[in-house]
């Protein structure tokens, strides 16, 4: 299983940035999928992630200006961006959490990650 991430890049503040993640290869299924962000010098966070249900969660910090979602049928997430922050810049990690049977556990999964920087 792989996923590839896509859509980093400079912003300025204020504005909109939009990724996108797929996982490809042979599963039965993908239960949370998610993006986390790592800023230099600090730990991996999440950011928000999604089930296969549609229920979502976020960091208190991205609340009200970042979106997650994602299409069932191409295995995909994706994470609109808006009203960017300074302190938004990381680098940003797509996981999912993917299932090879029903009766089996998961087993995560990470993308490459993907550089956003966003200017003051």
């Known amino acids: 299983v792989q996923l590839q991430a896509s859509g980093g890049g400079l912003v300025q503040a204020g504005g909109s940035l939009g990724l996108s993640c797929a996982a490809s290869?042979?599963?039965?299924?993908?239960?949370?999928m998610g993006w986390y962000r790592q800023a230099p010098g600090k730990q991996r966070e999440l950011v928000a992630l999604i089930t296969s249900g549609g229920s979502t969660k976020y960091v208190d910090s991205v609340k009200g200006r970042f979106t997650i979602s994602r299409d069932n049928a191409q295995n995909a997430v994706y994470l609109q961006m808006n009203s960017l922050k300074p302190e938004d810049t990381a680098v940003y990690y797509c996981?999912?959490?993917?299932?090879?049977?029903?009766?089996?556990?998961?087993?995560?999964?990470w993308g490459q990650g993907t550089l956003v920087t966003v200017s003051s």
């Open positions: 290869g042979s599963f039965f299924s993908i239960d949370v």
């Open positions: 996981n999912a959490l993917i299932k090879y049977s029903y009766a089996t556990r998961s087993t995560g999964y």
